[in-house]
């Protein structure tokens, strides 16, 4: 897509803080040199500016229903589908046919029993139009101790992939992995069955040919991600690690494709896409936000 000048700030939150547009456009030229944009705004108006089938790759938490009140979201879990679904009709919009979009979201726990909004949701976007294509899960690794009444700790949460179609772009090669230590052992010694396509018993049409792996260093990943939440304070309070956008970005994107997030918070999705040489597109709704992200980018960019 062409980056041409935006005025990225949008005119109803303009109004409230006062904001003058002039001083948007100093630091907008650089910004647009590094094919970055960043809105400060509503996702649901500033989505509007964005060409129909332009961008690769969504990846983004949005504000979690009824979390941080005192600072941005506090959507009631009732509301949460009704909320989301304007957002999501401009995401569906403006992802072009081959993109994808991955949503880290989690439900919450409501008097005593996870609440249903993020399964509603699932159900609400694929009659707007999406396909629900796979779950991947997001195992973070240092979660805090404690003891509840009635579970355990959480430790995981979701990472739903949308599309708009079956053929989206995936760069299955970029994310492998190593091997690992079973290789020594399992490949060693072959059956006959290691040695022929075994087709799966249950008549998924998967099939598997164990000998395939022999002499090889890499292998593909599963859809379990195990990584640690971020450790360093970066003023913001949910914060994601910068390796699970980078991942995500690394699997449906090459070099020079569109990447955005429309409620960036702290910016990782932007700084990760920005260093993997993609084209990035932040949105947020916090002033302070908007500005963290903006003056640390600034820090970085020529
Ligand atoms: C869960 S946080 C994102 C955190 C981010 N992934 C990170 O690692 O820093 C959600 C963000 O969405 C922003 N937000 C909430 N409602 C919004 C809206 N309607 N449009 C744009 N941003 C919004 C909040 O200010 C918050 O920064």
Known sequence: MGFSPLISIDRSIMKKSHIKESGAKNWNDKFIKSNIILYLGDSKNVLKNIPSNSIDLIFTSPPYADRRINTYGGIKPDKYVEWFLPIGEELLRILKPTGTFVLNIKEKVDSGERH????????????????????????KKNSYPGKWPNRFRDAWERLL????????NMYQEAVMVPMGEWAKTRLKNLSETDKRRDNSKVGSGFGKKIENWVGKEMAYPDNVLHMSTECANRNHSAVFPEKLPEWFIKLFTKSGDTVLDPFMGSGPTIRVAHR???????????????????????????
């Not at 509603?120 to 997001?138: A, N, P, R, V």
């Not at 992939?161 to 989206?168: D, M």
């Open 276 to 302: 993997l040489g993609r084209k990035a597109i932040g949105v947020d709704i916090m002033e302070e936000y908007f500005n963290m992200v903006k003056n640390n980018l600034e820090t970085i960019l020529i």
């Open 161 to 168: 992939q949308f599309n708009k179609t079956r053929k989206f």
């Open 116 to 139: 249903t909004y993020v399964i509603e949701l699932i159900l609400e976007m694929k009659k707007q139009g999406w396909l629900w294509t796979e779950e991947f899960i997001w195992h």
